[in-house]
């Protein structure tokens, strides 16, 4: 065993005693591939469970995203209980002090519940798992409809703003740190070029509701079982008050594309509009009435939205140095915005046909 390892190891024996469990005969593996916080599986005789180490530098509000989540497992769990809601509600662990989370040196560190048996999936690959999907994202805000979405804490501030979004852009262009800006010059004029539609999201979001969004909707933050049904929804992380539309948008970004986000071959990119039907219909079948006639127009707006506003992010963060994203080659973020970029354009191109598919 290595430093690295042998002092990981002394960390996690140190969270392990603040919770009243028998870990003297515990497995520890890695869990999953976040890119963001570590995650481990740890298997005793008598339990599983899931350990994650929160990355403080991407969430400093370490201990509002656990209590936040907390929160919302409690009021899922009485809505589970009361039959409104059918999918399992996997638990935070409290410490023996009560505490959502524990702080060892610098790290954050929370337990967890692992349902056994179950799985996740890295992308959708039919119209029959995005229906699921929809359907499972959908079911968790719906059953968060009548929690108070300001009664849990903003864990990043202006997520979804565009205009702040756009801020950060115009910012980055005008100071030109790395010297960037004449390689994608055209893709930023792009951008700044898209005003009215800019405008339209500022005028429609101060109309709209707020709820209880997940905000990070794709397929990999579902939990599945045999069948590749969904069981539960996981990663509340950047769960805040916010739209509906944010995580329709999400969904329809990770979803509808046929090449990975970062695929340079941007020229073969295709809507799926079968998919794009799935997620919209179901999603809107799921709420029912919960959803409101001018939230039932968002999601086609969220459907633009996403891809515009992340490939805006990773334009902002190549000409800043690539100091958020990681990259794994030369203009690995000038790639990812041209991507998502072009997947803005193309719903924009299939707009009379996405409004058609919605009815």
Known sequence: MDNKARSLKMDIDTVLNNYDYDFSKVEITSLGNGHINNTYKLTTPDFEFVLQQINHDIFPKTVELSCNAQKINLHLLAQKNSGN????????????????????????????????????????????????????????????????ANDIAVIIEDFHDISFRMNQLKEAVENNHQDRLAGCQALVKFCFDQQSFIEHVVNISKKLPLHVTHNDTKINNLLFTTGDKPCAVIDLDTCMP?????????????????????????????????????????????????MTALEKESLIVGAKLLPFIIGTRFLTDHLNGDNYFQVSRENHNLDRAISQVQLFTLVCEAEPELVKLAQ
């Not at 090449?259 to 295709?270: R, Y």
Request: hydrophobic share 40%.
């Open 85 to 148: 809601y059918p999918l399992r509600v996997p638990s935070q662990v409290l410490s023996k002090t009560g505490e959502t989370c524990i702080k060892i040196g610098a790290n954050y560190w929370r337990l967890m519940e692992f349902i056994s048996g179950s799985y996740t999936l890295d992308e959708v690959e039919s119209v029959q798992q995005a229906a699921l999907v929809a359907t499972a994202f959908a079911q968790f805000s719906c059953a968060l409809s009548d929690f108070p």
């Open 242 to 290: 916010g739209l509906l539309m944010h995580d329709f948008g999400d969904m329809v970004r990770t979803c509808c594309s046929n090449l990975a986000e970062d695929d340079t071959s941007t020229d073969k990119m295709i809507l799926k509009l079968d998919i794009f039907e799935a997620l919209i219909q179901n999603y809107q079948n799921a709420f029912g009435d919960k």
